[in-house]
């Protein structure tokens, strides 16, 4: 599938992170991404799969880009 948000960071890669229902939850999922996916904070825990809870923030490779989760 093709992205549905495109930043245009050589940090980021193309591919770097999906986020999907599963389970009646939102699940955060690094594509094997270059530089990571990080809950939290760039250094954090870096994510391969996670569940999201309200407010956590993800973090894309050394801070290139960050998201907040709320619902």
């Known amino acids: 599938a093709q992205a549905k948000i495109v930043i245009n ?3 980021i890669s193309k591919r770097h992170v ?3 229902p599963r389970g009646g ?3 955060a999922v690094d594509q094997n991404s270059s530089n990571g996916t990080f809950l939290g904070k760039a250094g ?3 994510v391969t799969d996670v569940a999201l809870k309200r407010g956590d ?3 894309l490779a050394d801070n290139a880009a960050s998201f907040a989760y709320q619902v």
């Open 18 to 20: 999906q986020i999907i």
């Open 9 to 11: 960071d050589s940090r």
């Open 44 to 46: 954090g825990p870096k």
């Open 57 to 59: 923030i993800i973090v």
């Open 25 to 27: 939850r939102v699940h």
